[in-house]
């Protein structure tokens, strides 16, 4: 069965860093998603991205991140200087016109 | 805006016995989707059941079973003759057009932390 594909699956990273979480959607997939779930938290939805642009995105998603799909087949999520409140696991996910979300096993970021 | 209530924050049975997780959505589509998902101790998100807003018709998995009344926007999940496997913190999430748009996010409620005993 297809996968969504995130790596990697932990990362460990200082306050100020920036950071690239990676994803892999399902290839014929058209909308991409990424969420974010503190720990012990619901999880919680930052971006949608389709046509190469983004369609939508949360109070949570501000300057500090970015999307990006660079060649066609990576989704990415960039975060220019970590807090230590950004310490989550983020999910990726992917859907098709006609098919349900997929999500991705997720990354654990810390951030110290 | 959409809303999901999970009311029960933990639950706790013992093994064999049959338990159901509430879930309250609240939303203005006329057009939406319910998932449910569980999360074990290793983090990820695993997809159970997705159903339409048009089909009203319960669900039945083996031993999970699922029931979607619009009338009172609940769709409650049972699991019967619980398993301690089944341990887990389980997720209701709704996914609805929003403004209109293709967009789709999911709007997931707090979780209910289920814990099966031996």
């Known amino acids: 069965e297809p996968e969504v594909t995130q790596t990697p699956s932990h990362q460990v990273t200082q306050m100020g860093q920036e950071v690239i979480l990676r994803c892999v959607p399902i290839?014929?997939?058209?909308?991409f998603y990424w969420y974010r779930q503190i720990l012990g938290q619901k999880v919680e939805f930052l971006v949608s991205f389709y046509n190469n642009e983004i369609s939508e995105k949360s109070e949570i998603f501000d300057d500090q991140f970015s999307v990006e799909r660079p060649d066609g087949s990576n989704f990415t999520l960039k975060i220019r200087s970590t807090k230590l409140e950004d310490s989550a696991m983020y999910f990726c996910?992917?859907?098709?016109?006609?098919?349900?979300?997929?999500f991705g096993s997720g990354t654990r970021l810390t951030v110290v | 805006a959409q809303k999901v209530t999970q009311a029960q924050t933990e639950i706790s049975v013992v093994e064999k016995e049959d338990v159901t997780l509430d879930c309250v959505y609240e939303t203005r589509d006329t057009t939406y989707y319910l998932f449910w998902y569980k999360q074990p101790p290793s983090g990820e998100l695993v997809f159970l059941i997705r159903r339409n807003s048009f089909d009203e018709q319960n669900e039945i998995s083996g031993r999970y079973s699922w029931n979607f009344q619009k009338s009172t926007s609940s769709f409650n999940f049972t699991i019967t003759a619980s398993q301690v496997v089944d341990s887990a913190v389980y997720f209701c999430?709704?996914?609805?057009?929003?403004?209109?748009?293709?967009?789709?996010?999911?709007?997931f409620g707090k979780g209910t932390l289920l814990t099966v005993n031996p």
């Open positions: 290839s014929n997939h058209l909308y």
């Open positions: 999430a709704l996914g609805g057009h929003g403004s209109g748009g293709s967009n789709y996010k999911l709007t």
């Open positions: 996910a992917s859907r098709g016109d006609l098919t349900g979300y997929t």
